[in-house]
């Protein structure tokens, strides 16, 4: 019978070894004990083989899985790359599953086993704190989890599944499931019931291919202690589903270099919620840092909060270098009463203790759209002295009247290269907006304004393009209290209303070189295209270089500053069809120049047709007069000399003036007429 095994069905024969049996492993008559299954046969993966362990110095202490202990021999296997919990007697819902699990975790890393794997279904009773022992992870040793873990209805206040503290280079990764208990949890005030709660001290840890799903609190927790230092780096969340949990998908209040990418994110507090119920949510606790954050390549889908949060609100807390980007946020259902907008972030107005900086909103789709009155009011809400925020690229697609980005107290923002099928305003500054440039945008349905601003400041809009209008749309409106605002190179076509209007105190304000093509499609008396109106203080403001085309109806006043205003130029504007006054100031503004605007009446054309077109007269100044070289031999006749040469120099720069006049009126009129494309 040498080489030979004895074959036990279960552990508990194995277990029940008689004496003659042990005798026989001992005199070598078999090679060892070949067990077909734990509780029954066939409830491993596959039979293993254990062999009898060295007398001296002792077999050492039953584990439960690679040791057992029987009549003071031990019979030992030894696994190689991975080890299944199942041989430990994780399987199903017996009591100590927890236990044995954890068990099977150690055995892995004192034997330099890098794989832990759950490959059938188990449920499993937790401790009442999420520092207990829930699943302890190890360092260089990841779960590979392809059934599901399932934990009992508790009523603990916090939980945590898995837990990863101080552990370096592990992770959980494979086909399968984490399910808390969200919707008959007993603690009704629980929040804290985690997924999974990687804390202070880890670091290269990464959670791929798996669903954390109805737990509590978050599906996936990454924080630590309320201190300075300790944070986790190194944190890869990849291709996992994170659905239907209580409080927030993911949340960050600690940690460094952390990515978040091609997972979906949904449904967070739609059974069962506490607040804010967000996707993700970076939220620093008192004295905690989150740096250098990346969010890409996922999809958020009908979370009751936001689906992206960076809040900033504790003391001595710091948010900075987050990028979010190529990501898909869809909401289909209402969200909860307390959210803003889809996106938001923030920090505490005006607090340097509490800093929020360096954020980056890149390449997202975001779309809101169903039937009923939209809870939030914005796509993203950026306000509380957030500095340094770049939002370019995105889409933005609803059927409601919602504003596309909105801003409150935040320093350096760029908007650039966005696309919006429809948006009330685009972007909306309620007030102490310092530092924004919103250029290269389109908006194809505009029911607002492009650009709205309050009491703010260093303001560039330029490049942008409005396709049409619904409502009593305008590219910039209610400019107030605002200075260095230069609006130029913008592109409007159908606007209801008027490009540009303020009503209050402007400064530095230069609007120029702007296209406003068949403004006033209301056919109403509306207020004038461009409006420069304000209080006494108002100053420096530039009307240059703009086109207005009017459609066929004479109601509207093409450009008109009002009372109160100083050092005001209008001029080398093009205005083209008709108007009830092409360029005016009401009496006792200060308009400085108010000459040299082009004015073309409407050139009807028949499509197909290439017209003549209409003559455009030269200048009428004539050519200065030759100037003699200077005889002068005294001061004053110096003097009278340099006098005429300033005179000619003058004649000279208002003649190009009415030439470049006469050459722009030609490029319009062959234009209108179909002579130039």
Same mark, same amino acid.
Request: aromatic share 6%; charged share 15%.
């Given at each position: 019978m040498?080489?030979?095994?004895?074959?036990?069905?279960?552990?508990?024969?194995?277990?029940?070894?008689?004496?003659?049996?042990?005798t026989?492993?001992?005199?070598?008559?078999?090679?060892?004990?070949?067990?077909l299954?734990?509780?029954?046969?066939?409830?491993?993966?596959?039979?293993?083989?254990?062999?009898?362990?060295?007398?001296?110095?002792?077999?050492?202490?039953?584990?439960?899985?690679?040791?057992?202990?029987?009549?003071?021999?031990?019979?030992?296997?030894?696994?190689?790359?991975?080890?299944?919990?199942?041989?430990?007697?994780?399987?199903?819902?017996?009591?100590d599953?927890?236990?044995?699990?954890?068990?099977?975790?150690?055995?892995?890393?004192?034997?330099?086993?890098?794989?832990?794997?759950?490959?059938?279904?188990?449920?499993?009773?937790?401790?009442?704190?999420?520092?207990?022992?829930?699943?302890?992870?190890?360092?260089?040793?990841?779960?590979?989890?392809?059934?599901?873990?399932?934990?009992?209805?508790?009523?603990n206040d916090?939980?945590?599944?898995?837990?990863?503290?101080?552990?370096?280079?592990?992770?959980?990764?494979?086909?399968?499931?984490?399910?808390?208990?969200?919707?008959?949890?007993?603690?009704?005030?629980?929040?804290?019931g985690?997924?999974? &709660? =990687?804390?202070?001290g880890? %670091?290269? !840890? @990464?959670?791929?291919?798996?669903?954390?799903?109805?737990?509590?609190? $978050? #599906? +996936?927790?990454?924080?630590?202690?309320?201190?300075?230092?300790g944070?986790?780096?190194?944190?890869?969340?990849?291709?996992?589903i994170?659905?239907?949990?209580?409080?927030?998908?993911?949340t960050?209040?600690?940690?460094? &270099? =952390?990515?978040?990418?091609? %997972?979906? !994110? @949904?449904?967070?507090?739609?059974?069962?919620?506490?607040?804010?119920? $967000? #996707? +993700?949510?970076?939220?620093?606790?008192?004295?905690?840092?989150?740096?250098?954050?990346?969010?890409?390549?996922?999809?958020?889908?009908?979370?009751?909060?936001?689906?992206?949060e960076?809040?900033?609100m504790?003391?001595?807390?710091?948010?900075?270098?987050?990028?979010?980007?190529n990501?898909?946020i869809?909401?289909?259902?209402?969200?909860?009463?307390?959210?803003?907008?889809?996106?938001?972030?923030?920090?505490?107005?005006?607090?340097?203790?509490?800093?929020?900086k360096n954020?980056s909103?890149?390449n997202?789709?975001?779309?809101?759209?169903?039937?009923?009155?939209p809870?939030?009011?914005?796509?993203?809400?950026?306000?509380?002295?957030?500095?340094v925020?770049?939002?370019?690229?995105?889409?933005?697609?609803?059927n409601?009247?919602?504003?596309?980005?909105?801003?409150?107290?935040?320093?350096?923002?760029?908007?650039?290269?966005?696309f919006s099928?429809?948006?009330?305003?685009?972007?909306?500054?309620?007030?102490?907006?310092q530092?924004?440039?919103?250029?290269?945008?389109?908006?194809?349905?505009?029911?607002?304004?492009?650009?709205?601003?309050?009491?703010?400041?260093?303001?560039?809009?330029y490049?942008?393009?409005?396709?049409?209008?619904?409502?009593?749309?305008?590219?910039?409106?209610?400019?107030s209290?605002?200075?260095?605002l230069?609006?130029?190179?913008?592109?409007?076509?159908?606007?209801?209303?008027?490009?540009?209007?303020?009503?209050?105190?402007?400064?530095?304000c230069i609007?120029?070189?702007?296209?406003?093509?068949?403004?006033?499609?209301?056919?109403?008396t509306?207020g004038?295209?461009i409006y420069?109106?304000?209080?006494?203080?108002?100053?420096?403001?530039?009307?240059?270089?703009?086109t207005?085309?009017?459609?066929?109806?004479?109601?509207s006043?093409?450009?008109?500053?009002?009372?109160?205003?100083?050092?005001?130029?209008?001029?080398?504007?093009?205005?083209?069809?008709?108007?009830?006054?092409?360029?005016?100031?009401?009496?006792?503004?200060?308009?400085?120049?108010?000459?040299q605007?082009?004015?073309?009446?409407?050139n009807?054309?028949?499509?197909?047709?290439?017209?003549?077109?209409?003559?455009?007269?030269?200048?009428?100044?004539?050519?200065?007069?030759?100037?003699?070289?200077?005889?002068?031999?005294?001061?004053?006749?110096?003097?009278?000399?340099l006098?005429?040469?300033?005179?000619?120099?003058?004649?000279?720069?208002?003649?190009?003036?009415?030439?470049?006049?006469?050459?722009?009126?030609?490029?319009?009129?062959?234009r209108?007429?179909?002579?130039?494309?």
């Amino acid at each position: 019978m040498a080489n030979q095994f004895l074959v036990k069905e279960t552990l508990a024969a194995m277990q029940g070894i008689s004496a003659i049996e042990i005798t026989a492993l001992q005199n070598g008559t078999y090679e060892g004990v070949e067990l077909l299954g734990y509780y029954e046969k066939g409830d491993t993966p596959a039979p293993i083989k254990y062999y009898l362990a060295a007398a001296t110095p002792g077999p050492g202490a039953d584990d439960g899985g690679s040791l057992i202990v029987v009549s003071g021999i031990g019979l030992i296997h030894e696994f190689c790359d991975r080890v299944d919990v199942s041989y430990f007697g994780a399987i199903g819902g017996v009591v100590d599953c927890l236990e044995r699990i954890n068990r099977a975790i150690v055995y892995a890393q004192n034997n330099n086993v890098k794989i832990v794997e759950v490959s059938q279904d188990v449920l499993l009773s937790l401790p009442a704190s999420y520092y207990g022992p829930g699943i302890l992870m190890k360092s260089h040793v990841y779960l590979e989890l392809n059934a599901t873990i399932a934990i009992r209805t508790n009523n603990n206040d916090r939980y945590a599944i898995i837990l990863f503290s101080e552990v370096v280079d592990s992770g959980v990764f494979g086909r399968g499931r984490i399910t808390g208990d969200n919707a008959t949890h007993i603690e009704t005030s629980s929040e804290w019931g985690h997924g999974i &709660n =990687i804390v202070d001290g880890c %670091s290269d !840890i @990464s959670i791929q291919d798996i669903t954390i799903e109805n737990c509590c609190g $978050d #599906g +996936i927790c990454i924080g630590g202690a309320e201190t300075a230092d300790g944070g986790s780096i190194n944190i890869s969340v990849e291709h996992v589903i994170v659905d239907n949990n209580g409080r927030q998908g993911i949340t960050v209040t600690k940690g460094s &270099n =952390i990515s978040i990418s091609k %997972s979906r !994110i @949904s449904n967070t507090g739609v059974i069962k919620g506490k607040f804010p119920m $967000d #996707g +993700i949510d970076i939220e620093p606790n008192k004295n905690n840092s989150v740096l250098n954050v990346n969010i890409y390549d996922n999809t958020f889908l009908n979370n009751v909060g936001h689906d992206f949060e960076s809040n900033c609100m504790r003391t001595n807390t710091m948010i900075e270098n987050v990028n979010f980007y190529n990501n898909t946020i869809q909401v289909t259902k209402q969200k909860s009463a307390t959210v803003s907008a889809l996106i938001k972030v923030n920090a505490e107005r005006l607090k340097d203790d509490m800093i929020t900086k360096n954020i980056s909103i890149k390449n997202n789709q975001l779309v809101y759209e169903f039937d009923g009155v939209p809870q939030i009011t914005a796509f993203i809400y950026c306000y509380g002295s957030a500095k340094v925020i770049d939002i370019s690229s995105n889409t933005f697609k609803t059927n409601l009247d919602i504003t596309s980005i909105k801003l409150d107290t935040v320093f350096d923002v760029v908007v650039g290269s966005n696309f919006s099928w429809r948006s009330f305003h685009f972007v909306l500054c309620q007030t102490e907006v310092q530092g924004l440039t919103v250029h290269a945008n389109t908006v194809d349905t505009l029911m607002h304004a492009m650009v709205s601003a309050g009491n703010s400041s260093k303001i560039k809009v330029y490049s942008n393009t409005i396709n049409k209008q619904i409502g009593t749309s305008v590219m910039a409106y209610n400019y107030s209290n605002c200075s260095d605002l230069f609006i130029y190179n913008n592109n409007s076509t159908n606007l209801s209303m008027g490009f540009f209007s303020n009503s209050g105190m402007l400064s530095n304000c230069i609007i120029k070189g702007n296209v406003i093509n068949n403004f006033n499609t209301s056919g109403k008396t509306n207020g004038p295209c461009i409006y420069v109106t304000g209080v006494s203080a108002s100053a420096n403001i530039v009307v240059e270089d703009n086109t207005i085309l009017q459609t066929a109806n004479a109601l509207s006043i093409g450009i008109r500053a009002s009372l109160s205003l100083s050092e005001t130029y209008i001029k080398n504007n093009m205005l083209i069809g008709q108007f009830a006054q092409r360029v005016s100031n009401e009496v006792g503004a200060a308009v400085k120049v108010l000459d040299q605007n082009i004015i073309l009446e409407a050139n009807n054309t028949v499509p197909g047709l290439v017209k003549k077109s209409a003559a455009v007269g030269g200048s009428a100044s004539p050519l200065p007069n030759a100037v003699t070289d200077s005889v002068a031999d005294t001061l004053p006749k110096i003097v009278t000399d340099l006098n005429t040469l300033i005179g000619k120099y003058n004649e000279l720069r208002s003649l190009t003036s009415e030439v470049r006049g006469s050459l722009n009126a030609k490029l319009v009129a062959d234009r209108a007429s179909g002579q130039q494309a």
